[in-house]
């Protein structure tokens, strides 16, 4: 069964430019999961997705950082301007439901604004 | 609010030595309890999982945690480490209603000596 695919896997940039990641759960998985990790830290959920409609997003900055998951499959998540704190890896997961107990997680995405 | 204490940053350990990785979290209900494993190089997954019954959970590559709900705690345990466990280890915690998100804590990186 093939996993949770993200791209890019390194990203660096200037703050206040603009970056995307990409996820792509496993196949047939319902719920998928932004998480923001900083070094030294847990991975802290910014965003839920059950099919392409939103169940958590209290912990995602609206005012820079943006997610969408339009056909209940891939998402992407935007964040626009950057700013230094933003640096951190992104991580994405999926679960087959939305309440369910195991998620899969993938790569990773790590981004260095400078 | 939800929280999460992983009071160990940085555990080193020889071979062959037991291994117990503390977790306290603060949650005013029913929770679901996770430890989480990041393996050098690859993704978090899943150690072990309690969700209702028999306290003490086994994962695996010969893990458990025992939950103790007076102390708020579910410690990860080991009776004999080996050095393909050195990795960062993440306790999490999730209420039980499906509205309630995951809190991880902010990890213990385990390094086992040769």
């Known amino acids: 069964e093939a996993g949770v695919a993200q791209s890019p896997r390194y990203k660096i940039i200037e703050k206040r430019q603009s970056v995307a990641f990409w996820c792509n759960p496993i196949s047939g998985h319902a719920t998928l999961y932004w998480y923001q990790q900083i070094l030294g830290q847990g991975p802290k959920l910014l965003i839920q997705?059950?099919?392409?409609?939103?169940?958590?997003d209290s912990q995602l900055p609206k005012d820079r950082f943006s997610a969408e998951r339009l056909k209940g499959v891939d998402s992407t998540l935007k964040i626009q301007p950057a700013k230094l704190e933003d640096s951190a890896v992104y991580l994405c997961?999926?679960?087959?439901?939305?309440?369910?107990?195991?998620?899969?997680f993938g790569p990773g995405t790590r981004l260095t604004v400078l | 609010a939800q929280s999460v204490s992983q009071h160990n940053h940085h555990v080193i350990l020889s071979e062959a030595a037991s291994l117990e990785l503390g977790c306290n979290y603060s949650?005013?209900?029913?929770?679901?309890l996770f430890w989480y494993v990041q393996y050098p190089g690859q993704h978090l997954q899943l150690l072990l999982k309690y969700f209702s019954g028999d306290p003490l959970v086994k994962g695996i590559k010969g893990f458990e945690a025992e939950f103790i709900k007076s102390k708020f705690s579910f410690n990860l345990r080991k009776p004999s480490v080996q050095w393909s466990d050195t990795a960062e280890y993440f306790c999490a915690v999730k209420g039980y209603s499906s509205a309630s998100k995951i809190i991880f804590g902010s990890g213990t990186r385990l390094s086992i000596r040769p």
């Open positions: 997705f059950q099919n392409n409609g939103v169940v958590d």
């Open positions: 949650y005013g209900g029913t929770v679901n």
């Open positions: 997961a999926s679960s087959p439901f939305a309440n369910t107990d195991t998620q899969y």
